[in-house]
T-cell receptor, first 112, second 115 residues
Framework: GENVEQHPSTLSVQEGDSAVIKCTYS??????FPWYKQELGKRPQLIID?????GEKKDQRIAVTLNKTAKHFSLHITETQPEDSAVYFC???????????FGTGTRLQVTL | ETGVTQSPTHLIKTRGQQVTLRCSSQ?????VSWYQQALGQGPQFIFQ???????GRGNFPPRFSGLQFPNYSSELNVNALELDDSALYLC??????????????FGPGTRLTVL
């Protein structure tokens, strides 16, 4: 089955700095790559997603890049703010059942 | 916030008991997926329901079963509860057409504790 690795597991940055989280996947047929933000005790919230026919997507301070050849994709957050502190999960869709395989998560802490 | 709702919010059961969790999908969505999220881990796919039929299943035993109703809401049933079943159970709804990949929106989850 699909295997998704996510790094780093924890990331601490100062307010205003950039944060980058990377994920690799194993199934070359994977075609959809969402990123979710989960605050403590709350539901995962979709923050950005990218499909396999696109190499990069940006939404204000958040961007995702996809390298299909290398089978990895990354989340970039610029000008980080304290409210960006949360656990971030990458996910990969495998097959037609819209089954998402999640990474192990990155705990991002933005310090003042 | 998404329009996906789940009930109950919290539940405490003992080993061997059975539990039913409920999910109402977002308006306009026709597919519900269920995930199990253990503490400190990412969600694990249990199964998905599309047009009232199971449409894909993860590595979970048959004692995990589900239903989808004509209004697209769904239930997750777990029989013979084990201690390891303690987790946050999330449902996610999406609109699937021609079995294409679509964005999944999560509900708030049900926290199940098995004693």
């Amino acid at each position: 089955g699909e295997n998704v690795e996510q790094h780093p597991s924890t990331l601490s940055v100062q307010e205003g700095d950039s944060a980058v989280i990377k994920c690799t996947y194993s199934d070359s047929a994977s075609n959809y790559f969402p990123w979710y933000k989960q605050e403590l005790g709350k539901r995962p919230q979709l923050i950005i997603d990218i499909r396999s026919n696109v190499g990069e997507k940006k939404d204000q301070r958040i961007a995702v890049t996809l390298n299909k050849t290398a089978k990895h994709f990354s989340l970039h957050i610029t000008e980080t703010q304290p409210e960006d502190s949360a656990v971030y999960f990458c996910a990969v869709n495998t097959g037609t059942a819209s089954k998402l395989t999640f990474g192990t998560g990155t705990r991002l802490q933005v310090t003042l | 916030e998404t329009g996906v709702t789940q009930s109950p919010t919290h539940l405490i059961k003992t080993r061997g008991q059975q539990v039913t969790l409920r999910c109402s999908s977002q308006s306009g969505h026709n597919t519900v997926s269920w995930y199990q999220q253990a503490l400190g881990q990412g969600p694990q796919f249990i199964f998905q329901y599309y047009r009232e039929e199971e449409n894909g299943r993860g590595n979970f035993p048959p004692r995990f079963s589900g239903l989808q109703f004509p209004n697209y809401s769904s239930e997750l049933n777990v029989n013979a509860l084990e201690l390891d079943d303690s987790a946050l159970y999330l449902c996610a709804s999406s609109l699937v057409t021609h079995f294409s990949t679509d964005t999944q929106y999560f509900g708030p989850g049900t926290r199940l504790t098995v004693l």
